[in-house]
């Protein structure tokens, strides 16, 4: 259970970094994947149901993304448990009636959570710094969910292909 821990950490870690410095020089728009986000809804997906390893992930993912960021320390870390557990809960529900693991389950349910990340961002935001930060006019959020999206799904695969990088 350490190891599963101190693994989670240090990937969370690699990821913000790489998504923080590495992928500025790739972004559409001004908009780079979230490689962290992606990562936190793929282990809500398939991870065992009542296990919920996941929710440290989470908190792990938001500090990372906290400690990064110019915003307040915190948002990060409400925005990605929050999501979390909206992940959850969308799998404890479908969990009877879809296919195992079905990536056209995850498709819907990871736009759904693109979604409310950005939305549940800014508006924490607003609370702390009283101004909104919209993200979700013209064309940004439809590249914000395409592009994450593709990053998603291979992600989607491996995770399909090579079930020890489950948690």
């Given at each position: ?11 969370f870690y ?14 559409i728009l001004g908009?780079i ?13 398939f ?11 989470a ?9 990064f ?5 915190g948002i990060?870390i409400?925005s990605?448990?929050?999501v979390y ?7 404890n529900?479908?969990r009877d ?8 389950y995850?498709?819907?349910?990871f736009?759904?959570?693109?979604i409310l990340?950005d939305?549940l ?12 930060l919209?993200t979700f006019?013209?064309?940004a959020?439809l590249?914000k ?7 998603a799904?291979?992600?989607f695969?491996l995770?399909?292909?090579?079930p020890?990088?489950r948690?």
């Amino acid at each position: 259970m350490r190891y599963k821990i101190l693994a989670i950490i240090l990937f969370f870690y690699f990821l913000t970094l790489l998504q923080s410095s590495f992928l500025n020089h790739f972004s559409i728009l001004g908009i780079i994947p979230n490689l962290v986000l992606i990562l936190l809804c793929l282990v809500g997906f398939f991870e065992k149901p009542h296990k919920y390893l996941g929710v440290f992930s989470a908190l792990a993912a938001g500090f990372f993304l906290d400690v990064f960021s110019k915003s307040f320390f915190g948002i990060s870390i409400l925005s990605m448990v929050i999501v979390y557990f909206f992940i959850k809960e969308l799998i404890n529900i479908l969990r009877d009636t879809v296919q195992k693991y079905s990536i056209f389950y995850f498709i819907p349910i990871f736009i759904i959570s693109v979604i409310l990340y950005d939305f549940l961002f800014a508006l924490f935001s607003y609370f702390s710094i009283h101004s909104i930060l919209l993200t979700f006019a013209g064309y940004a959020l439809l590249v914000k969910i395409f592009y994450n999206l593709v990053f998603a799904t291979i992600g989607f695969c491996l995770f399909k292909k090579y079930p020890a990088l489950r948690l």
